[in-house]
């Protein structure tokens, strides 16, 4: 059964610090690319950070360049987003999402069940 579970989301003042973990189980990390993707209240889902299965980072959204930093930990099986500097805007749910190809070439999405941050004074 594949499972991503997102933890370390909570309340934090404005230029406060955060560390998301997602830890995956059920499919082949190391062969997955991990995605952060974020949604606030009436807005589109967008993707934050990203990083291929040999952690390359592909994807940073321009907002959070220089503030937030995407890593993985494969024997932990485990991805990160370390956020610095948070602000308001940076209010949101946060999604854990896997993509990853099968043997068969199949491509599989996997997201996880989000996680809220709330930055407030």
């Known amino acids: 059964q594949v499972q991503l579970v997102e933890t370390g989301g909570g309340l934090v003042q404005p230029g406060g610090s955060l560390r998301l973990s997602c830890a995956a189980s059920g499919f082949s990390f190391s062969r997955a690319a991990m995605n952060w993707y974020r949604q606030a209240p009436g807005k589109e889902r967008e993707l934050v950070a990203a990083m291929t299965s040999t952690g390359t980072i592909t994807n940073s959204l321009d907002s959070v360049k220089g503030r937030f930093t995407i890593s993985r930990d494969k024997a932990k099986k485990t991805v990160y987003l370390q956020m610095n500097n948070l602000n308001a805007e940076d209010a949101a749910v946060y999604y854990c999402?896997?993509?990853?190809?099968?043997?068969?070439?199949?491509?599989?999405?996997?997201w996880g069940q989000g996680t809220q941050v709330i930055v407030s004074s």
């Open positions: 999402n896997a993509v990853y190809m099968n043997d068969d070439g199949d491509v599989h999405k996997y």
